[in-house]
């Protein structure tokens, strides 16, 4: 419990200052690049509190002078946390249209340039794709959850429809990302942080130049038989 509050009160006073903080850089750098690296040390404060360690594999699936649409379950919400703190490369979320309103935390992501996405609007997640792959071909890496939420027991839960088009439509490679042991550490539905230890497997890119539109459903599949697999052997 003391782990817990404690835990709870280092993210309130981290999201207030650092979330300032990146507004602020935000003024100077347009490119969201330099708040982005704040976001990196707000991610890691975070995870020291929980008591959380994590270990990267895969690395070198990695080329930092590539952009990538970064695939990956989602068990908590330490993952955020574990991905900004240890992904080395710049990247922008995909997340639900209500964080961008909290205070201070939400500023901060649309400064970053972080992508809403109103899920109960087919036309207006449409809309979201359409920009998210725009920013890939510009450059800057997006990460999505093509389960669109958090799973309770940490199985892969099916995939949304339509989240892969940003792949297809800024022609980028998928980067497969498994993360494993973080369900433990903060259960959905439950505000309790338990210390633990968190993995994440990169997957060598899957390349994405020359595949139709008509071929996400395959590609949504290959993806997910990546994922599965690395699940299935933890």
């Known amino acids: 419990m003391f782990r817990t509050l404690f835990a709870w009160v280092i993210l309130l006073i981290s999201t207030v200052i650092l979330g300032t903080v990146a507004i602020f850089l935000s003024l100077f750098d347009s490119s969201g690049n330099l708040p982005h690296l704040v976001a990196r040390l707000w991610g ?3 995870l020291a509190a929980t008591g ?3 270990e990267v594999k895969g690395l070198e699936n ?3 002078r590539k952009s990538y649409i970064l695939v990956s379950n989602h068990q908590s919400n330490i993952d955020i946390f574990a ?3 240890y992904l080395p490369i710049q990247f ?3 997340a639900k249209a209500e964080l961008f309103r909290a205070p201070f935390m939400g500023w ?4 970053i340039g972080y992508i809403p996405i109103e899920r109960e609007s087919p036309k207006k997640a449409y809309r979201s794709m359409l920009l998210a792959a725009e920013r890939v071909k510009n450059g800057v890496s997006v990460i999505i959850f093509p389960e669109g939420t958090r799973s309770l027991n940490g199985n892969l839960q099916p995939f949304k429809k339509g989240l892969f088009l940003i792949a297809l439509k800024s022609q980028a490679p998928i980067l497969p990302i498994t993360i494993l042991g973080t369900g433990k550490i903060m259960r959905k539905g439950d505000w309790r942080a338990y210390p633990g230890n968190a993995r994440i497997i990169i997957d060598p890119p899957i390349e994405t130049a020359g595949i ?3 071929k996400e ?3 949504s599949a290959r993806v997910r038989h990546i994922l599965m697999k690395n699940l299935s052997q933890a």
């Not at 901060?108 to 400064?111: C, G, I, K, L, T």
């Open 52 to 54: 959380t360690t994590v």
């Open 62 to 64: 990695i080329d930092p």
């Open 83 to 85: 991905f900004l703190g």
């Open 44 to 46: 890691r404060i975070q």
């Open 108 to 111: 901060a992501m649309s400064r």
């Open 212 to 214: 139709p539109i008509e």
């Open 217 to 219: 459903g395959e590609l």
């Open 92 to 94: 922008r979320w995909i």
